[in-house]
């Protein structure tokens, strides 16, 4: 079960508010949702949430929470007693055009453009300059829909604890890299593999402006249910970094589809098209293919 302890106002007082907004949202209910739980009169609750009610009920309180899946401790330490405070809602300074906040259990994310806004159907198809919109942009927006919203938590979760290395072991070659994406559990969820090589040797000749080294990028893969995460550009993104930090500067690929997409966002640049070759290098070097 999970536990709450009173988060403390400017006043040194405790901000009853304040910690239901953050309970309800971790238990993803609504204000409506959490007053047919518990039994307390959504107006009720509304006025403890926004500060207007100066003197709870203790009963009150002790039933919002207890519903809302948390304990409520009074005046026991939070190094003695264990208990650990909700995390706060992200949004909660936010407002509406009419000066309210955003519903709590909910994620809110400003909209700057078309493509922040799921209510912009136009955003994916072309560009309209913004006098031209169908429809006006919110300030801000938010997710209804219960299992789109626990997908957006579940990918933030996942972009915020999968980690990037380079797997080095005397298995592998001195010449090859390899870099894995892992979750906390250790579950492999993608892997980048890629090579050195010389040009020099390759073409038997020399060319000015050619590199003596440089990295071929063999492929990217990423598990289906982690794609569209950014794992692939981390992967890209730390290889990049290992070898300029090895010497190497350029690097080759060939890629088809999604692929031409993730390399272009990671800086490569098209030398020849189907299957789309590119390439990474310093501006204004001579690149061969």
């Avoid at 609504?30 to 500060?51: D, F, H, M, N, Y």
């Avoid at 090589?197 to 080294?213: A, Q, T």
């Avoid at 569209?228 to 070898?243: F, H, P, S």
């Avoid at 692929?259 to 030398?271: H, P, Q, S, T, V």
Wanted: proline share 9%; with cysteine.
């Amino acid at each position: 079960m999970t536990e709450a302890s009173d988060h403390i106002d400017e006043s040194g007082g405790a901000d009853l508010g304040r910690a239901l907004r953050a309970l309800r949202r971790r238990a993803d209910l609504s204000q409506r949702q959490l007053a047919e739980k518990s039994g307390v009169p959504q107006p009720t609750l509304a006025r403890i949430e926004s500060g207007r009610a100066v003197d709870p009920r203790f009963r009150t309180v002790e039933r919002l929470v207890q519903a809302a899946g948390g304990q409520l401790a009074i005046g026991v330490p939070p190094s003695i007693s264990g208990v650990t405070e909700p995390t706060p809602v992200p949004h909660d300074d936010m407002r509406d055009e009419a000066g309210r906040r955003y519903p709590a259990h909910l994620d809110v994310w400003p909209v700057h453009e078309p493509r922040d806004w799921p209510g912009a159907w136009w955003a994916e198809w072309y560009r309209l300059p913004p006098q031209r919109y169908p429809l006006p942009l919110p300030p801000a927006a938010y997710e209804l829909n219960r299992r789109y919203r626990d997908n957006r938590r579940w990918a933030a979760e996942v972009r915020r604890t999968a980690q990037v290395r380079r797997v080095i072991n005397s298995d592998l070659p001195a010449t090859c890299w390899r870099y894995v994406a892992e979750l906390p559990d250790g579950a492999l969820v993608g892997e980048l593999r890629a090579h050195e090589r010389s040009p020099f040797l390759e073409f038997g000749e020399w060319h000015p402006g050619m590199p003596e080294r440089e990295m071929v990028l063999d492929g990217v893969l990423v598990d289906a249910r982690y794609r569209r995460l950014g794992l692939g550009r981390r992967l890209v993104t730390a290889l990049v970094t290992g070898m300029r930090a090895a010497g190497i500067d350029d690097a080759a690929a060939t890629a088809e589809g999604f692929g031409i997409d993730l390399l272009l966002a990671c800086g490569f640049e098209i030398e020849a098209r189907r299957p789309a070759a590119l390439r990474l290098g310093h501006p204004g070097k001579r690149c061969f293919s």
